[in-house]
């Protein structure tokens, strides 16, 4: 698989593959994989050379089950025998049963961040993320938090995600070179965050596009708005998800896809997107759907 990198030379750069696997449907998709099938779908990941995996503490049912996508993923590694994965993870988001709510204190990130690294079993996580900015706690303060716990060696690299280019220049003022990379929502079907994304390209963050097939079918086509990715699909002979990650990928080189998946052959199709190749005509009738 083709490689990109997170990273800077304060930090170090760490080399991955192009296309990660996003951890999060083994947890919440309803009805889920049973373990040893979510096991099967991260050794398929890694058999085609995905070395970014992204969860996060939150991903679960509910608040009973909370990190369940972390020891997920954890135990899949270990079964798997491998150490040379970027496990990214996520804090912030906490449950009351089964809603969704925000704490980005300080106090909480670090108590966020050492469970996450017990159900991990690693001593630093290798990079760590804000899940969502918490409105009700200042932004500088939440900077702060996961600055200390890069300061205090709990994480070797820091990560935002939901955010805007306000926040991103605020955070870099806070974070420093720790702050390597931008998890944001983006699509063929949800362009909004492309400023942020162009920001990002400009100043070296890696970009991690969230809901990377949005607007995509469970037929495999794209709805109306953008028949083009299931044009291209059909003359190149792939999977309209292999376009539309090759799609992502050619907007700039500090994109990283993290496509989810519950199927072995599902991330094994979109693992192949990493080698495929947009014409120029292709690309930009796909920029213009």
Not at 11 to 37: F, H, N, Q, Y
Not at 72 to 83: D, H, I, T
Request: with cysteine.
């Amino acid at each position: 698989m083709r490689q990109r990198s997170i990273g800077n030379d304060t930090v170090g750069r760490v080399t991955v593959g192009a296309i990660g696997l996003g951890a999060m449907p083994l947890s919440t998709k309803e009805p889920r994989p049973c373990p040893a099938d979510a096991e099967a779908v991260v050794h398929a990941a890694l058999d085609a050379g995905v070395t970014l995996i992204d969860t996060a503490d939150a991903y679960a049912y509910d608040e009973a089950e909370f990190g369940h996508n972390e020891e997920l993923v954890a135990n899949a590694l270990r079964s798997y025998g491998r150490a040379e994965v970027l496990v990214a993870s996520k804090g912030g988001h906490t449950r009351r049963g089964r809603e969704w709510e925000l704490d980005g204190s300080p106090a909480y990130l670090r108590k966020a961040c050492e469970a996450s690294l017990r159900r991990l079993h690693v001593d630093a996580i290798g990079l760590y993320q804000l899940h969502r900015p918490d409105t009700a706690m200042p932004w500088e303060e939440s900077m702060g938090g996961l600055r200390s716990l890069f300061d205090d060696g709990l994480v070797r690299m820091v990560g935002i995600s939901n955010v805007n280019n306000t926040q991103i220049d605020a955070a870099r003022e806070i974070v420093g070179d720790a702050l390597v990379s931008v998890q944001n929502q983006f699509s063929p079907g949800y362009r909004s965050s492309v400023i942020e994304l162009e920001h990002c390209a400009a100043l070296g963050l890696a970009w991690l596009p969230w809901s990377p097939f949005g607007g995509v079918s469970a037929a495999g086509s794209l709805d109306a708005e953008a028949p083009a990715f299931a044009e291209v699909a059909t003359e190149l002979g792939v999977s309209v998800y292999q376009v539309t990650l090759a799609w992502h990928l050619a907007q700039a080189d500090v994109v990283l896809p993290i496509p989810g998946a519950t199927r072995p052959a599902s991330i094994i199709d979109s693992a192949a997107a990493a080698d495929l190749d947009l014409s120029p005509d292709q690309l930009a009738r796909l920029d213009a759907s």
